[in-house]
């Protein structure tokens, strides 16, 4: 019996590239907490659920770009597989649109999803990200979004792309100081990683 060769994965790339404000037209605004400027769009090489390496697109803070970076270098490493990697444009700035679509994405200009008075999401900043965010719903008051999610409400039975203690995803944020919204109770947000915990 002849072994078949595996294929080498092409090597993981991140480019770094400036935004305006025409290539945010739908996820920022006016009085947001910071303008294009203070963005960047990074090209990068992620592995999709096909087992194949794909390029993608995030727009995040240019403050967390190195760390960003990492994590998602670290992930390729590992082949922790993602669904898709496109900026909230897309689909409109619509943050329920892109993680219907279990898209993965960080800067979007929106309050945070939580209750007492408004206040920005670290989306606002361009310092958190929502990964897998089929796999990884959010879950409050037994409400879960999205809601083609609820399949994976169960967290005992972990599947490809969930963030699950201790696993590839959770350990690869954790590594560069970020924190994990799967460990917020009574309202776990499993798709959530930020900066500062929030």
Known sequence: MVAVPVATPPPFVAKIERVTASDLRWSWHGGCPVGPSQLRRIRLRYV??????HTGEIIVNQSVVPQVTQIFRR???ERFPIRSIRPIDVFHGSDSRSTAADNTSSFNCRYAVAPGPKSWSM???GEAIDVNTVEN???QNGRVTPANAKAYADRTNVRLGMAVEGGALVQAFAAVGWSWGGRWRPSPDYQHFSSNGR
């Open 48 to 53: 999709g659920f096909d087992g194949r390496a």
């Open 75 to 77: 992930l390729y490493g």
């Open 123 to 125: 989306h606002a900043y």
């Open 137 to 139: 719903p959010y879950i």
